[in-house]
């Protein structure tokens, strides 16, 4: 399994960046992992969910810090989950994973989806700074 992220970049406050995370290794329709999800690491800092999605049924989750601003979204054709971040502010500066759950109960989603230690494979990250 691989995940690939690609997408980050420099940008000034209050642009736009759409992460890509490119995956192989398993399909986004087979079911074999219910979530994938994005996670941010700061310097200094712990890593935080900022947004998952699940692959039974397209429902999705954000961090608070980020809802409103962010979209992810999945694409079954392409195997890719993208992350639409919008408005950016200089505190979503960080390093971005993606990351893919198959050990995560299904049935207890919303209590594990942003939890990292739910996550079994990741991908390697790609940096975002937002500075003007």
């Known amino acids: 399994v691989q995940l690939q992220a690609s997408g980050g970049g420099l940008v000034q406050p209050g642009n736009s960046l759409r992460l890509s995370c490119t995956i192989s290794?398993?399909?986004?329709?087979?079911?074999?992992?219910?979530?994938i999800a994005w996670f941010r690491q700061a310097p200094g800092k712990e890593r935080e969910g900022v947004s998952a999605?699940?692959?039974?049924?397209?429902?999705?989750y954000y961090a608070d810090s980020v809802k409103g601003r962010f979209t992810i979204s999945s694409d079954n054709a392409k195997n890719t989950v993208y992350l639409q971040m919008n408005s950016l502010k200089p505190e979503d500066t960080a390093v971005y994973f993606c990351?893919?759950?198959?050990?995560?109960?299904?049935?207890?989603?919303?209590?594990?989806?942003?939890?990292?230690?739910?996550?079994?494979?990741w991908g390697q990250g790609t940096l975002v700074t937002v500075s003007s």
């Open positions: 990351a893919a759950s198959s050990i995560g109960n299904p049935l207890t989603v919303k209590l594990w989806v942003l939890y990292q230690y739910s996550y079994n494979d």
């Open positions: 290794g398993f399909t986004l329709d087979s079911k074999d992992y219910f979530a």
């Open positions: 999605i699940t692959t039974r049924d397209g429902s999705t």
